[in-house]
């Protein structure tokens, strides 16, 4: 498994409940990035981690949202007191470094917000 | 503000045809373009990659075409199958390192 895995691939949750998605890139990667892409759209940026630092969150919609990478690997999403507007596919990608181009994405996680 | 735009948000053509996506975006100061295929349920998969520099990429029947001038990007699909119906998307870059902005996407359906 060589690509980048995401975790769950569809979540159900209660409005007010709080979601955490996991994204694990290929491994070496330094770079992550986390798009979410409402029905019919084209995903949208929220944040971009270098390493353990994320260098860039002006996508994230407001407070409720918040990503982590600790340790320079793993990342996740963490979603507090979700809304239905919340419910979209959550993209993670995950490129080489800075000097590279090509960003490579994981399936998604579905979440729908009832 | 940057913004892509695709034309049209779908498209539906009988197998064989050679068809044309489009892709357009307001800043000119791009640092390279690129074309994704999404299928139902997946993420997205990289087609080509063009650099801000050069004017046009070839991969088997897609040729992607870029003019920096006009904020216009076309995506050649030639011989189309089946197999080719899917999502297409395109996304702008506009520094190394940075985010990609996407446009919305074409839905394209290729009937046998």
């Known amino acids: 498994g060589a690509g980048v895995s995401q975790s769950p691939r569809y979540k159900v949750a209660k409005r007010g409940q709080d979601v955490a998605l996991r994204c694990d890139p290929i491994s070496g990667h330094v770079s992550l990035f986390w798009y979410q892409q409402a029905l019919g759209q084209g995903p949208e940026f929220l944040t971009y981690?270098?390493?353990?630092?994320?260098?860039?969150k002006s996508g994230l919609p407001s407070d409720r949202f918040f990503a982590e990478r600790p340790e320079g690997s793993v990342s996740t999403l963490k979603i507090q007191r979700t809304q239905q507007e919340d419910s979209a596919v959550y993209l993670c990608?995950?490129?080489?470094?800075?000097?590279?181009?090509?960003?490579?994405f994981g399936p998604g996680t579905r979440l729908t917000v009832l | 503000k940057q913004e892509v735009t695709q034309i049209p948000a779908a498209l539906s053509v009988p197998e064989g045809e050679n068809l044309v996506l489009n892709c357009s975006f307001t800043?000119?100061?791009?640092?390279?373009l690129q074309w994704f295929r999404q299928d139902p349920g997946k993420g997205l998969t990289s087609l080509l990659l063009?650099?801000?520099?050069?004017r046009e990429q070839t991969s088997g029947r897609l040729n992607a075409s870029l003019d920096k001038s006009s904020g216009r990007s076309t995506l050649y699909i030639a011989a189309s199958q089946p197999g080719d119906s899917a999502t297409y998307l395109c996304a702008a870059q506009y520094n190394q390192g940075g985010k990609l902005i996407f446009g919305q996407g074409t839905e394209l359906s290729v009937k046998p």
């Open positions: 800043d000119s100061a791009i640092y390279n």
């Open positions: 063009i650099q801000s520099s050069q």
């Open positions: 990608a995950s490129r080489a470094g800075e000097l590279y181009n090509e960003q490579f």
């Open positions: 981690f270098q390493n353990e630092a994320q260098l860039d």
